[in-house]
C-alpha cells in the first residue's frame, strides 16, 4: 500500500511538471534583463520572495535551481560548537546588555 502512496506522490509530481511546461514554455525577458517566473512554477517549486537561486549556464541553456544558503552555511559549521552552549553565551549578552 504504501508503494501505491509513494507512486502516486511521484506521478502527481511528473503531471505537474508537465502542466508547468506545457503553459509556460516562454518567458519574456524585459528591461534590464528582468524575467518573470510564472506562478504556477513558482508554486510547484516553492519558490517565494527573496529565496536565492542558482544560476548556471550549460552551452546555450540557462539553469536556474532553488539554493538553501542558511542551511548550506548551517552546515559548514557543524561540529565546530555546541548549539546549547551559544544559546547560553547570547543569554548571558542579553543578560548584560539590560544591566
Do not use: Q
Not at 502512496?5 to 503553459?23: D, P, S
Not at 525577458?29 to 519558490?47: A, D, N, Q, S
Amino acid at each position: 500500500m504504501r508503494f501505491f502512496i509513494i507512486l502516486l506522490k511521484v506521478y502527481k509530481a511528473c503531471l505537474n511538471y508537465f502542466l508547468i511546461m506545457k503553459k509556460s514554455d516562454y518567458i519574456l525577458v524585459r528591461k534590464r534583463g528582468v524575467i518573470v517566473l510564472p506562478k504556477r512554477l513558482r508554486e510547484v517549486l516553492k519558490i517565494e520572495e527573496g529565496d536565492t537561486l542558482k544560476i548556471k549556464i550549460e552551452g546555450n541553456n540557462i539553469i536556474l535551481s532553488k539554493e538553501d544558503l542558511w542551511n548550506k552555511l548551517f552546515g559548514c559549521a557543524k561540529g565546530l560548537y555546541n548549539p546549547d552552549d551559544a544559546e547560553i553565551e547570547l543569554d548571558r549578552g542579553e543578560i548584560e546588555a539590560n544591566s
